[in-house]
């Protein structure tokens, strides 16, 4: 079992930036590809964004292209995202999780999932 652990999240205005980080305790963190997902009230979680264990390959939801950068530091057990331009739309929880190769849907190889970042986009 993983320990997944998302920071980061709070409170900004449209147009703003966050940077939310996830680490991931108890397995070979470069041996796992590793996504993001957000979930706003009432809604169904969705992808965000992921990137292969060696940090060369990634890929975004057609959504957030152009704004969110996703990126990790293996000697950390960590995952970032970078969000810019952010807009109300970006409001919800945000979770990382192990993803499979290219199709990018969560697996339940780290167990439970975390307890997620809230994002808030507000004027």
């Known amino acids: 079992q993983v320990h997944l652990q998302e920071s980061g999240g709070g409170l900004v205005h449209p147009g703003g930036s966050l940077t939310l980080s996830c680490v991931a305790s108890g397995r070979t963190f470069s041996n796992y590809n590793m996504g993001w997902f957000r979930q706003a009230p009432g809604k169904e979680r969705e992808f965000v964004a992921a990137?292969?264990?060696?940090?060369?390959?990634?890929d975004y939801n057609d959504s957030v292209k152009g704004r969110f950068t996703i990126s990790r530091d293996n000697a950390k057990d960590t995952v970032y995202l970078q969000m810019n331009s952010l807009k109300p739309e970006d409001t919800g929880v945000y979770f990382c999780?192990?993803?499979?190769?290219?199709?990018?849907?969560?697996?339940?190889?780290?167990?439970?999932w975390g307890q997620g970042t809230q994002v808030t986009v507000s004027s």
């Open positions: 990137i292969t264990g060696s940090g060369l390959s990634t």
């Open positions: 999780n192990n993803v499979r190769w290219v199709t990018w849907d969560a697996t339940d190889d780290f167990g439970p």
